[in-house]
Nanobody, 124 residues
């Protein structure tokens, strides 16, 4: 059974940092692209970052470049999203997802499996 489980979301003050984790099971981790998405209330789901271990490539949305860093630990089947200099507009439910594609992409329609999400709330 394919599973993606996010963790690490919490309430933080603006300017703070946190690291989200996405633990993956049920498929060959290294063969998939793993992406991070977020959805704020009343807004569409937005792709923020993705990583392809096969291609050795990461990608970021312009809105998060310089503040977000995606990484993976293949031994732990886990992908991380480090978020620094948090802003109130980063408040959202953060989801990780897996795609059978080769290149990292921020298009949510290209992803096959999704986690349940973890809430990040940034207070001003």
């Amino acid at each position: 059974e394919v599973q993606l489980v996010e963790s690490g979301g919490r309430l933080v003050q603006a300017g703070g940092s946190l690291r989200l984790s996405c633990a993956v099971s049920g498929f060959t981790f290294a063969d998939y692209v793993i992406g991070w998405f977020r959805q704020a209330p009343g807004k569409e789901r937005e792709g923020v970052s993705a990583i392809s271990n096969r291609a050795g490539i990461t990608t970021y949305a312009d809105s998060v470049k310089g503040r977000f860093t995606i990484s993976s630990d293949n031994a732990k089947n886990t992908v991380y999203l480090q978020i620094n200099s948090l802003k109130p507009e980063d408040t959202a439910v953060y989801y990780c997802a897996a795609s059978r594609g080769y290149l990292p992409t921020l298009g949510f329609y290209e992803y096959d499996y999704w986690g349940q999400g973890t809430q990040v709330t940034v207070s001003s």
